[in-house]
């Protein structure tokens, strides 16, 4: 007896939940009838202490404990005890012997709304999501009605299928809570809520979440964190102040929430305060939470408070550690993050697929092939080079460092080869302009009978492009109608701008009219192609057909007509796209505001310009500085100009070398060589740009050209690290022509002509070079030359808005 009961104290002690009525339960299990062995004991006949140790053994996870007590309790003919069978289904669901628990669940004579809760939950639970609703719709047929436990139940495996079937039968679910009146109940609320936040319907999300006024802490999360899933950063972070303004107490999932939504909007201010609320509150930070200020500092591009994060947590995870493997590598050189990757086996921290997954892509940014190789072999030893995601980091890896052969022998000792696996081979053929070899790849995909997806059919159609295919593009279009897939938005979108770059304008505008309803991918990608192409009158008249039709345009589509508006000087058309911008609050946006300084610059209107930077000064984003700078050059604002390049460094904002691109024109446009040139060695001595641009370039050589420094033009030409284009090969024939130099320009010229034999730039300007130079006969001689190779002049034409 004493023995017996020192073995029930022992697990008592041993309980994830030790208790004093733990002991007591078990100890109740126990008499002297039969002392031989712990394992040989008689139970009394009381269900609730029966029940009591089946909560026990629960606890402890111990199925072996369980079976034991669902052994003696058939032993004592409780076999018709739905109370005794509902506990014996609980416990092996939450022990993980789910099979026993629907055998058990299949045997019982008698079952009540209690059985088939648990049987849903315990399905949904384990991740049998699809079974968990079979089980409820059979409950349904049973004449037995669910509760509120029910329904939250079965929801959860709804969010869970992320399924059409399962969105609609969740729906069915909303529309029985909705006529029972359960709805309002606040576990049954949220659970609704987080279904269509986690399916991605946030109206319906939405309407859920105003229509409910006793909300808990999560079902408040659960919006968040639908906004925040669904792209809408900005939405997640009002209802964060909506809480904070009712009062509702905020737990660690809404911080991880709201600091994800901080990252989704790039709000680094709302994310320290934020950070500030979670130091005054009296939560005890979990390492998750920590992990989410982290991540939002460094994806906000604060990566020294990111670092400082990192440093001062006591506990760090592996989740902690592939986030800085994530964030830390920005400038890191392969040494630094090889000594990175020791600190972290020196903390006994064991690597999961994720760690390595994040590696390889970081050796993919940084174009580290050796480095990339001894990640390899890491994850070889680990055992994790065989997981799905890390192995297309690897192929993606190999294929960004430019290793294909690599790439495409790891791609075929794969057995059972995913379309991950396929999509990142021909992408990796693609990034290395190996447009035919990713044609191929694709054909043996169709070969095969393996499915495509969009993302594969995305991916060829940018080898089409890229190759300017147009047969394959119409071949792939066909194989997208069968597979059925040509409504989808990034398919449609690259199919209109392989269409758009053939020049087939009357193709993609049938292909548009297709549709019934178009989403802003499509509208939007079918604007900027054609603002790519130059058919700039094309896009405006697609942007008033989006308007038309009650599109409301976003950030990228008023960029992409901004721009248009800048190349074709349509002024009224940029103070009409500039008020929409207004009234749809996108003055903060880089992209927009960069745009509209730009095109009202473009259109003559510099005083339009300066107000729309001087509004926009709050963003400090060196981007919008440099369309400003660039306003200034075109209107010859040098010394503006070199004012906001002042106040970038003032601010301590780094420039980029469009910043400089920007400075330097701006110095040829009135000449300032000494100016220029000491921009120029800027690059080198403060910022380590290097290498510099062709852009860079292109204006240094435009700068000296203009200026009479032909020679100097000549010299940088020849030294660049790049081949002359022809852009630079004209700056330098021009200014050739303005100052005579009639022998250079003869140089200049014929490297122009290898170049670009069918274009009439080059003859044209030579042949002025001559006849400013008063050499009419040199200057006949190449108008002659020019008709013989069949080389066509362009008309020049201009226009103005009337």
């Given at each position: 007896m004493w023995a017996k009961g020192l073995f029930a104290f022992k697990l008592s002690k041993g309980s994830l939940c030790p208790s004093l009525g733990h002991f007591h339960a078990i100890s109740k299990l126990y008499s002297s009838k039969s002392c031989t062995s712990s394992s040989n004991f008689v139970m009394g006949e009381n269900p609730t202490a029966i029940a009591a140790a089946l909560s026990l053994s629960e606890n402890l996870k111990s199925a072996s404990l369980g079976t034991q007590i669902h052994s003696r309790v058939i032993k004592l003919g409780f076999t018709n005890d739905v109370f005794l069978f509902n506990n014996l289904i609980k416990m092996?669901?939450?022990?993980?012997?789910?099979?026993?628990?629907f055998k058990l669940f299949d045997e019982m004579p008698e079952r009540n709304l209690v059985t088939w809760t648990l049987m849903i939950s315990a399905a949904v639970q384990d991740g049998q999501f699809e079974l968990g609703l079979e089980v409820y719709l059979e409950l349904v047929r049973s004449g037995l009605r669910p509760n509120e436990f029910t329904v939250g139940s079965v929801l959860k495996g709804c969010a869970a299928c992320a399924s059409i079937e399962a969105y609609e039968f969740g729906m069915s679910v909303h529309c029985f809570a909705l006529k029972t009146g359960i709805e309002q109940n606040c576990y049954v609320g949220g659970s609704v809520l987080n279904m269509y936040a986690k399916l991605e319907d946030i109206e319906s999300a939405k309407g859920v979440f105003e229509s409910?006024?006793?909300l808990d802490t999560a079902g408040w999360n659960a919006m968040i964190g639908g906004y925040r899933q669904c792209g809408y950063g900005f939405e997640a972070l009002k209802v964060v102040c909506l809480m904070v303004c009712k009062g509702i107490s905020m737990d660690q999932f809404t911080f991880v929430n709201a600091l994800k939504g901080c990252s989704v909007v790039g709000n680094l201010d709302f994310g320290k305060q934020l950070h500030g609320l979670i130091i005054q509150s009296e939560l005890k930070l979990s390492t998750s939470v920590k992990n989410a200020i982290m991540d939002m500092y460094s994806r906000n591009g604060r990566i020294d408070l990111a670092l400082q994060v990192f440093n001062r947590m006591q506990t760090k995870d592996v989740i902690s550690w592939n986030t800085a493997f994530g964030v830390f590598f920005e400038g890191k050189n392969a040494r630094e993050i090889a000594n990175l990757v020791h600190e972290f086996m020196l903390e006994n921290m064991k690597p999961n697929h994720i760690t390595f997954s994040v590696l390889f892509r970081q050796c993919s940014e940084l174009l580290?092939?050796?480095?990339?190789?001894?990640?390899?072999?890491?994850?070889?030893?680990?055992?994790?080079?065989?997981?799905?995601?890390?192995?297309?980091s690897i192929i993606n890896m190999f294929s960004r460092c430019g290793a294909m052969d690599m790439a495409h022998l790891f791609f075929g000792g794969i057995l059972y080869k995913n379309i991950t696996y396929w999509n990142e081979l021909i992408s990796g053929y693609n990034s290395n302009y190996c447009y035919t070899e990713a044609m191929q790849i694709f054909c043996n995909l169709w070969d095969l009978g393996v499915e495509a997806s969009e993302v594969t059919f995305s991916i060829i159609l940018e080898a089409c492009y890229n190759d300017e295919h147009q047969y394959m593009t119409r071949q792939i279009h066909g194989a997208i109608v069968k597979s059925g897939i040509s409504f989808h938005g990034y398919v449609c979108s690259s199919l209109i701008k392989c269409y758009v770059r053939f020049g087939l304008l009357d193709d993609s505008f049938e292909f548009l009219k297709g549709f019934e309803r178009l989403d802003l991918i499509s509208w939007g990608t079918m604007i900027s192609a054609l603002v790519h192409q130059g058919h700039f009158f094309e896009a405006i008249k697609i942007f008033n057909s989006l308007r038309e039709v009650g599109g409301k345009p976003d950030e990228f589509i008023l960029g992409s007509i901004l721009n248009s508006?800048?190349?074709t000087a349509s002024y009224q058309l940029a103070k009409a796209v500039h008020?929409?911008?207004i009234k749809m609050g996108f003055l903060m946006q880089v992209f927009v505001v960069s745009a509209v300084i730009d095109a009202y610059a473009k259109c003559g209107d510099i005083g339009n310009a300066r107000m729309t930077f001087i509004q926009s000064l709050g963003s400090d984003d060196v981007v919008i500085y440099n369309a400003m700078i660039m306003a200034c050059a075109h209107h010859?604002?040098?010394e503006e100009a070199m004012d906001i390049f002042e106040k970038i460094r003032l601010a301590n904002l780094k420039p980029s070398q469009a910043t400089f691109v920007s400075a330097i024109a701006a110095c040829s446009h009135v000449g300032w060589v000494d100016q220029g040139r000491s921009l120029f060695e800027l690059m080198n001595s403060d910022y380590k740009m290097e290498p510099v641009s062709q852009d860079v370039y292109g204006c240094m050589v435009d700068l000296l050209s203009r200026h009479r420094y032909l020679e100097d033009a000549r010299q940088m030409i020849e030294v660049m690290p790049y081949t002359p284009w022809p852009a630079v090969l004209r700056s330098?024939?021009?200014?050739c022509r303005i100052h005579g130099n009639t022998e250079l320009g003869e140089w200049t010229a014929k490297k122009l002509v290898q170049l670009v034999p069918e274009n009439d730039a080059p003859y044209v300007l030579l042949s002025k070079v001559y006849s400013e130079g008063g050499s009419w006969e040199g200057a006949t001689k190449v108008r002659r030359e020019m008709i013989e190779r069949g080389v066509p002049k362009n008309t020049g034409y201009s226009w103005i808005e009337v």
């Open positions: 092996y669901s939450k022990c993980g012997v789910m099979d026993d628990a409910i006024s006793n580290d092939l050796n480095l990339g190789r001894q990640f390899f072999c890491l994850a070889l030893q680990y055992g994790f080079w065989n997981e799905p995601n890390v192995r297309s508006c800048a190349d008020s929409i911008v010859g604002l040098a330098l024939l021009s200014g």
